[in-house]
């Protein structure tokens, strides 16, 4: 009886209110009203594979957008100045990867509190946008993040993976390039249930993605030129 009752409560805290506002898309943007696509990369910084897809966005002058684990922010902190001083978008993504279906509120509201609090100290800038760690929300996620816009996706690629990295990953970042498209992307594989080589295998797929794009003329944005 007392299974029963866990189950159902966490049912209602934490499984329902994530399919109620995913499927009636209550205050989160899935696709974008522009001529142009928003890529988004989930999880770091991360020492290795951030640096390295900074150069690549900056060889191609492609501005993108960065949901960070604030933990990492403070363990990195240039890579989050580095990301800011060449124009690129900076949200949040907890300051632990923790699903928000396991956090009291008290513990979801120090996650973005602390999170945004360390994007500021490294970029002084105002923090606009949030995306919860696996696209998780519990009961009390709109109205703790009401000061933020929630960021989903309408492409997920399962990056994190090796396998699709090396086999598919570019074929359907290829067959990606209708206007209004958020992309999501990951650029650390510290993660659970990611490869932790899996973003060398990303960066590949990624590079080729851009360079056919950007000669196309494909126009890509950052989420800071989106107008919500």
């Given at each position: ?20 506002i995913r499927v009636n898309g209550w205050r989160i943007t899935k696709r974008i009203n522009e001529a142009a696509i928003a890529i988004t990369f989930d999880d770091g910084p991360n020492p290795e594979y951030t640096p390295l897809l900074l150069d690549l966005l900056k060889k191609y002058g492609v501005k993108a957008s960065f949901f960070v684990v604030g933990s990492k922010v403070k363990a990195y902190p240039d890579i989050i100045k580095r990301m ?145």
């Amino acid at each position: 009886m007392s299974f029963i009752l866990l189950f159902s409560l966490f049912l209602m805290y934490a499984i329902l209110p994530t399919i109620i506002i995913r499927v009636n898309g209550w205050r989160i943007t899935k696709r974008i009203n522009e001529a142009a696509i928003a890529i988004t990369f989930d999880d770091g910084p991360n020492p290795e594979y951030t640096p390295l897809l900074l150069d690549l966005l900056k060889k191609y002058g492609v501005k993108a957008s960065f949901f960070v684990v604030g933990s990492k922010v403070k363990a990195y902190p240039d890579i989050i100045k580095r990301m800011s001083q060449e124009g690129h978008t900076i949200g949040i993504h907890h300051y632990d990867h923790i699903s928000s279906w396991i956090v009291s509120p008290f513990q979801l509201n120090k996650q973005l509190q602390m999170t945004e609090q360390a994007i500021q100290e490294c970029t002084n800038e105002r923090v606009d946008f949030y995306r919860p760690p696996w696209g998780h929300f519990n009961i009390f996620s709109l109205l703790l993040s009401k000061r933020y816009k929630i960021i989903m996706w309408s492409h997920i690629f399962g990056d994190w993976k090796v396998a699709k990295g090396k086999n598919g990953l570019l074929n359907q970042l290829l067959q990606t390039t209708e206007a209004g498209s958020v992309l999501l992307l990951h650029d650390c594989g510290e993660t659970l249930g990611a490869d932790r080589l899996a973003p060398s295998y990303m960066l590949k797929s990624l590079e080729i993605y851009l360079q056919e794009n950007v000669n196309k003329g494909t126009k890509f944005i950052t989420l800071k030129e989106v107008n919500f």
